[in-house]
């Protein structure tokens, strides 16, 4: 009797330690240690790290004070770029290891050009039967990225302290995800140059340098009233246009830029930054924070202007917001930022 309980006891176990297994290495036919990159559950991620060889480097973590998420713990990121970088995250699949010949090449490809990336999230220590326990961020996953596949679907991935590389693979999706491990921080970051809705704002101030007379402000008063001042010396108007100056203001709830301008010549930037701007806008917030920007003439890209009928660009310009960066603007955008201080006293009606 005692040896069946015994035998029964040993089988248990032996089942149980082979449900582990199994359940360990259910879905991959590969060493989860080495060929696991995808990410479980991307809302524990708190940040996550990239590096190149070529010394760029950018660091995304999650904002604890205003939510969203930050590049390089200084400016706002881009919320649809990391949500879409992680979505990609969390469905990598692997699709095979690579060959043992042609590992030598990946491996070395990888060493000389590869992207490091790293993820922290919020883990437990002890995971209990649902039990977590000394719940802290921990480094959960760090690989490098390497080169694409001849077939341009899969990416060479190795797990740090792995020699195994694997071509990885986002199912559903026909192409490669290495382009989605970029390392420049203004490809991350947000494009966003106001984003405030009218009880926020205590002010707008448009001006033209050019031409003065056109200049405006406009003042939320905060009791359902508000007040124009125009000209050069921003002397109190009356009767104005209130809807239409409430329409102004109402528009500054979400205003982008086009794209960060990185690339031209120093020289080329301070002829620009010193000449006369075509505009510059000041809102004033009701915290006392003050977001300006300025805008200029962007060249024409028709050599011949007589032909055109006009010297520059019509669809783009130039611009310096937030703490100086430089950037591309869309007349799309801005042009109903673009009125003079009459739009708001002709045909008024208040």
């Keep these: 009797m005692k040896k069946n309980s015994r035998l029964i ?9 082979a449900a582990l297994v199994l359940t360990n290495n259910s879905g991959s036919a590969f060493n989860p240690s080495e060929s696991q990159f995808a990410i479980d559950d991307t809302a524990s991620v708190t940040r996550f790290f990239l590096a190149d060889k070529q010394g760029n480097q950018v660091l995304v973590s999650r904002d604890s004070t205003r939510g969203g998420w930050l590049i390089n713990r200084e400016y706002r990121a881009h919320p649809i770029i990391v949500s879409s970088f992680l979505k990609v995250a969390s469905q990598l699949a692997v699709e095979s290891p690579v060959a043992s010949k042609a590992s030598p090449n990946v491996m070395k490809a990888m060493a ?59 199912p559903g999706f026909r192409g490669f995800v290495q382009a989605r491990y970029f390392t420049t921080a203004s490809d991350w970051r947000d494009h966003t140059i106001f984003a405030s809705a009218l009880e926020q704002i205590q002010s707008v101030e448009m001006t033209y340098p050019s031409e003065p007379v056109s200049s405006f ?13 125009t000209g050069a010396t921003m002397e109190q108007t009356a009767p104005f246009d209130t809807l239409r100056c409430l329409a ?26 010193g000449s006369t701007p ?12 003050k977001e300006t920007m300025k805008a200029w ?12 009928g006009h010297t520059f660009n019509m669809d783009r310009m130039y611009g310096m917001v937030g703490n100086g960066d430089f950037v591309m603007l869309q007349y799309f955008v801005f042009d ?12 008024s009606s208040n």
């Design 9 to 17: 006891i040993i089988t248990a176990v032996l089942l149980l330690a």
């Design 112 to 170: 000389a050009n590869g992207t490091k990336v790293e993820f922290y999230q919020m883990k437990p220590l002890i995971d209990w039967f649902g039990l977590n326990l000394f719940v802290s961020e921990r480094l959960t996953r760090t690989y490098y990225v390497g080169e694409v596949t001849s077939d341009n679907t899969g990416t060479y991935m190795l797990m740090e302290g792995s020699s195994q590389p694997f071509v990885v693979y986002q």
């Design 217 to 229: 402000t406009i003042v939320n008063n905060g009791n359902r009233t508000l007040t124009l001042k």
């Design 248 to 273: 102004y203001l109402t528009a500054f709830h979400s205003v982008k830029f086009e794209a960060f301008i990185n690339d031209i010549p120093q020289p080329k930037l301070d002829s620009i930054t």
């Design 278 to 289: 075509l505009f510059e806008l000041t809102l004033t917030l009701t915290d006392g924070r």
């Design 297 to 308: 003439h962007m060249e024409t890209g028709e050599p011949n202007t007589e032909l055109y």
């Design 336 to 347: 109903k930022f673009l009125m003079k201080s009459t739009d708001f006293i002709a045909n």
